[in-house]
């Protein structure tokens, strides 16, 4: 097996690649389609390194700018893409996948498991047509750039509820505007008040990615985020697409609205984080 970061050029036999699995490589995809194998430092690009074996790929590892890493292979190359990205790169700042893809990557590169500081155990969820059942979604609106600095507060208060920090405010008004400049920021006002909001935050020929689910506290209780996810449901569903999510497998409120809308469980998603 040949270890080797992709160059332009190999765009399209890589989406091929990861194509085999449009849902649980999404986010992948998602990167490639947009960015291409160009890395200018902006934090959603980065490298892809390839597992090579006759010269065609057989596995994919990408790290992004901000050195969290998603796997793409087989049982059988996952330990040696991760141990070759290791004497590239060194240890990850995160690592994030299905849980049993991310068990084996621990298991098999030395001292990785080791260094280990946080887990964020996750579970993954898939909605398609034939199970979608809408909540509300006429109380719903997409969102446009007047709406921008309201959908940017809540965005920082769903990291710092979540995560207990929030990123740098020109990062968070960046990816507010992205997504409502792609068309896929969805909102639910009371009184002109932005107070609820969710996203497609990847967009892919074959599925979408829900997130950035927030309501604020004084509103909540009221199906504000059913209506705003139902809405974003929508825009994906009728465009013939699939739509994942992933959501932390103690929050029962947050698994109970996805399944009420016709999640259905897809499997345990972990996210690792490392010591420096």
Request: proline residues 3%.
């Given at each position: 097996?040949?270890?080797?970061?992709?160059?332009?050029?190999?765009e399209?036999?890589?989406?091929?690649?990861?194509?085999?699995?449009?849902?649980?490589?999404?986010?992948?995809?998602w990167?490639?389609?947009?960015?291409g194998?160009?890395n200018?430092?902006?934090?959603?690009?980065?490298?892809?390194?390839?597992?090579l074996?006759?010269?065609?790929?057989?596995?994919?590892?990408?790290?992004?700018?901000?050195?969290?890493?998603?796997?793409?292979?087989?049982?059988?190359?996952l330990?040696?893409l991760?141990?070759?990205?290791?004497?590239?790169?060194?240890?990850?700042?995160?690592?994030?996948?299905?849980?049993?893809?991310?068990?084996?990557?621990?298991?098999g590169?030395?001292?990785?498991?080791?260094?280990?500081?946080?887990?964020?155990?996750?579970?993954?969820?898939?909605l398609?047509?034939?199970?979608?059942?809408?909540?509300?979604a006429?109380?719903?609106?997409?969102?446009?750039?007047?709406?921008?600095?309201?959908?940017?507060?809540?965005?920082?208060s769903?990291?710092?509820?979540l995560?207990?920090?929030?990123?740098?405010?020109?990062?968070?008004?960046?990816?507010?505007?992205?997504?409502?400049?792609?068309?896929?920021?969805?909102?639910?006002?009371?009184?002109?008040?932005?107070?609820?909001?969710?996203?497609?935050?990847?967009?892919?020929?074959?599925?979408?990615?829900?997130?950035?689910?927030?309501?604020?506290?004084?509103?909540?209780r009221?199906?504000?985020?059913?209506?705003?996810?139902?809405?974003?449901?929508?825009?994906?569903?009728?465009?013939?697409?699939?739509?994942?999510?992933?959501?932390?497998?103690?929050?029962?409120?947050?698994?109970?609205?996805?399944?009420?809308?016709?999640?259905?469980?897809?499997?345990?998603?972990?996210?690792?984080?490392?010591?420096?």
């Amino acid at each position: 097996m040949i270890y080797q970061e992709l160059e332009t050029g190999r765009e399209e036999e890589a989406l091929a690649f990861l194509g085999r699995d449009p849902v649980k490589n999404l986010r992948m995809i998602w990167a490639l389609r947009r960015f291409g194998l160009f890395n200018l430092g902006l934090a959603e690009q980065g490298v892809f390194l390839a597992a090579l074996e006759g010269g065609g790929i057989r596995g994919l590892l990408f790290r992004d700018n901000r050195n969290m890493w998603r796997l793409a292979a087989p049982r059988e190359v996952l330990p040696g893409l991760a141990r070759a990205a290791m004497e590239a790169y060194g240890f990850p700042e995160a690592l994030a996948g299905r849980e049993e893809d991310v068990e084996l990557v621990l298991g098999g590169v030395e001292g990785l498991a080791a260094a280990v500081t946080r887990r964020e155990e996750e579970v993954s969820m898939l909605l398609t047509g034939d199970t979608f059942s809408p909540r509300a979604a006429e109380r719903a609106e997409r969102a446009g750039e007047e709406d921008l600095e309201q959908l940017a507060v809540l965005e920082r208060s769903l990291q710092v509820e979540l995560l207990g920090s929030a990123a740098e405010e020109w990062a968070v008004r960046l990816q507010m505007l992205r997504v409502v400049e792609g068309g896929t920021s969805f909102l639910v006002r009371e009184e002109g008040r932005v107070v609820a909001k969710a996203e497609m935050e990847a967009v892919t020929p074959a599925a979408d990615e829900l997130g950035g689910v927030y309501t604020l506290p004084a509103y909540r209780r009221r199906g504000h985020a059913a209506a705003a996810c139902s809405l974003a449901c929508s825009f994906s569903l009728s465009r013939g697409k699939a739509v994942r999510l992933e959501t932390q497998r103690g929050n029962r409120a947050a698994i109970a609205l996805y399944r009420g809308l016709g999640f259905r469980e897809l499997w345990p998603h972990l996210v690792v984080s490392f010591r420096a």
